[in-house]
Each structure stands twice: as structure tokens, then as C-alpha cells.
């Protein structure tokens, strides 16, 4: 029997931590080669910017690879830990902690795409603001990012937490359903949140004055998308917290 319980948390981990990896690398990887196409289309009529346009693109794209990186450490963490008195509830809360990381950094990596491509745009067009578009891109790419630290958070607790030596079906769930209603929660969020700063970056950029207002009104329709992902987190955290 034990055995049979050091095999199963041992696939656990290995589905879990791939998951975590391969799920965050999409979201990262969409957002990163968003941003360099519109570079590349900035740059293809004012290639006398090319300093600050590859600048504000290596950072915007440095912002998106964070969810990534997200999923690397998860991956490693679940991959790494031990398996020596473990339950069989461990390597069920290790796969749940790969598609809580793993589908939140999805909506976060793709979302942090749109703010520093619009900003890279931007540049091209009011270049005497490269710089206030691009403190306006690192705002909203941060913002855009928060559920994929909830996610982030939501694994970790699944991979450290200590479990019971009876695996119930209701545990079962609650870990899984913990793990999919974080890591789908953080879709929607992350997505929002980068599409609201890029477009109001994309407005700064057309009409300098109105930076301002568009500062505030991205920050106040950011909180409002993140409300779903808070709303996720609190549920994950139940469900975690009752086995």
C-alpha cells in the first residue's frame, strides 16, 4: 500500500508540475510576441526610435514572462518536494496546484501583452511621452498580473499544506475544484485588467493631455474586472481549508 501511495503522489507531481509549466508558457509566450509585432510594426515607419521602442518592449515583455516564471517555480516546487510520508490526498492537491498556477498565468501573460504593445504604438506616435507611456504601461502590466499571484499563492498553500492518511471523494474534489476555480478564476481578470491599459494607453497616446484621466479611469475598471479573481481566490481558499 505504501507503495502505491509514493506512486501515485510521484504522478501527481509529474502531471501537476507540467501542467503548471506548460499552461503558464502560453499566456507568457502570446503576450511577449504580441508586443514585439507591434514593435516591429512601430519601428517599420519611425526607425528613428528604435532605442526606446526596443526598451519599452524588452520591459513589457520581461512584465508578461512573470507569469511564466510563476509556473516554472511551481513546477519545481511540486517536482522537488518529497514524497516520504506523504497521503494520497498530497498527490491530488499537487495536481491541483499545476492548474491553479498553470490556468491563471494563461489570462495574466496574454493581458500584459496589450499594454506594452499599445505603448510600443504609442511611442511611434507621441514620442515626447515615451516615457509616461511606458510608466503607464508597467501600472497596468502590474495590475494585470495580480491573479496569477493568486494563483501563485493558491499552489503554494496546496504544496505545503498537511493532509489527512484518508483520501474521502469530498477531499478529492475539494482540492481539484480548489485548483479550477483559481486557476480558470484568473483568466477573465487577467485579461480584463491588460486589455482596459491598453487602451488606455492607446487613448494617452493619441491625446497627451487626457494622461491623467486615463491614468484613473484604467486603475478604477482594473479593480472592477479584478473583483472576480478576489471572488475566486476567497472560494479556493475554502475549499483548500476544509480538508
Known sequence: MTIQIVDWVQTGAMIGGGL???L???????GEGYTAGKASATL????????????????????????GIFGLVVSLLILFSPTSGATMLTGWAYLAAGLSMGLSAIGCGVGSGFPSANACE???RQPAISGQLTTLMLIGSGVAQSTAIYGFLIALLLVYKSFPDTATVSAICSLLAAGIAMGLGGIGPGLGEGYAAGKAIGAAARNPETLGVMTRTMLVGQAVSESTGIYSLVVALLLVLRV
Open 24 to 30: 503558464a508558457a502560453i499566456g507568457a509566450a502570446l
Open 44 to 67: 517599420s515607419y519611425r526607425p528613428e526610435l528604435a532605442a526606446d521602442v526596443m526598451k519599452t518592449m524588452l520591459i513589457g515583455q520581461a512584465v508578461a514572462e512573470t507569469a
Open 122 to 124: 504609442g511611442i511611434g
Open 20 to 22: 503548471s509549466v506548460g
